[in-house]
T-cell receptor
Framework: DTGVSQNPRHKITKRGQNVTFRCDPISEHNRLYWYRQTLGQGPEFLTYFQNEAQLEKSRLLSDRFSAERPKGSFSTLEIQRTEQGDSAMYLC???????????FGPGTRLTVT | AQSVTQPDIHITVSEGASLELRCNYSYGATPYLFWYVQSPGQGLQLLLKYFSGDTLVQGIKGFEAEFKRSQSSFNLRKPSVHWSDAAEYFCAVGRDTGFQKLVFGTGTRLLVSP
C-alpha cells in the first residue's frame, strides 16, 4: 500500500474563486471519506462514498461544496465561491472492510485570502 | 447524537514519565472507539481501536487504552513517554462498523519536556 495521497498539499486562493482537491485512496479501498479540520479542532465529517455512490453528506457541506468519485477510485472535492470561513485542512480517508480502520491522507491545507 | 470530550487541551510531561490522556464519549449504543495521533504536517495515524472484547487494548508505539463503559471513558496511557511522542492526540467514536462516520474530540496537544 502506498497510502492515501492528496493533492495539492497547500492551496492559497482569493475569496470568490473555485478550488478543487483530489484524493487517491489506497487501492481496493471502496470506502472513502472527507473530513474538514479547522485550527484547534478535531476533524469533522463531511461526506462518505462507498464505491462511486455518495451515501451521506454532513450539514457542513453547503451547496457550494460538491464531491464526486466517478469511477469508485479517486475522489474530488470542489468548493465554489470560496469564503474565508472555508480556510481549513481537508482530510481524506479510505478503508476496505467494515472492521478496518480509516487510513488518512496528509490533507490539503486551504487558505482563503 | 455522538460526542467526544477531551478535557485537556494541553499536557506537558517529562520524558520518561507516564502519560494518561482522557477521553469521554456520549453514544447510546456500543461505541467503536479510536485514538489517533497527528504530528505537524502529517495525516492522522491510528494508535489503537476498540470494537469489542477485552477492555484493555494495546496499540502501536507502546500505547494502550482502557474502555470503561460505566464511566463512558476510553483513556490513553503510556508508561514512559519519549520526546518523539510530542504531537496532537485525538479520540474518536464511530457510529458503527459499516459506515463508521467518525466523531472526533478537539484533541490534546502533548508536550514533552527534557
Amino acid at each position: 500500500d502506498t497510502g492515501v495521497s492528496q493533492n495539492p498539499r497547500h492551496k492559497i486562493t482569493k475569496r470568490g474563486q473555485n478550488v478543487t482537491f483530489r484524493c487517491d485512496p489506497i487501492s481496493e479501498h471502496n470506502r472513502l471519506y472527507w473530513y474538514r479540520q479547522t485550527l484547534g479542532q478535531g476533524p469533522e465529517f463531511l461526506t462518505y462514498f462507498q464505491n462511486e455512490a455518495q451515501l451521506e453528506k454532513s450539514r457542513l457541506l453547503s451547496d457550494r461544496f460538491s464531491a464526486e468519485r466517478p469511477k469508485g477510485s479517486f475522489s474530488t472535492l470542489e468548493i465554489q465561491r470560496t469564503e474565508q470561513g472555508d480556510s481549513a485542512m481537508y482530510l481524506c480517508a479510505s478503508r476496505r472492510l467494515e472492521l478496518d480502520e480509516q487510513y488518512f491522507g496528509p490533507g490539503t491545507r486551504l487558505t482563503v485570502t | 447524537a455522538q460526542s467526544v470530550t477531551q478535557p485537556d487541551i494541553h499536557i506537558t510531561v517529562s520524558e520518561g514519565a507516564s502519560l494518561e490522556l482522557r477521553c469521554n464519549y456520549s453514544y447510546g449504543a456500543t461505541p467503536y472507539l479510536f485514538w489517533y495521533v497527528q504530528s505537524p504536517g502529517q495525516g492522522l495515524q491510528l494508535l489503537l481501536k476498540y470494537f469489542s472484547g477485552d477492555t484493555l487494548v494495546q496499540g502501536i508505539k507502546g500505547f494502550e487504552a482502557e474502555f470503561k463503559r460505566s464511566q463512558s471513558s476510553f483513556n490513553l496511557r503510556k508508561p514512559s513517554v519519549h520526546w518523539s511522542d510530542a504531537a496532537e492526540y485525538f479520540c474518536a467514536v464511530g457510529r458503527d462498523t459499516g459506515f463508521q462516520k467518525l466523531v472526533f474530540g478537539t484533541g490534546t496537544r502533548l508536550l514533552v519536556s527534557p
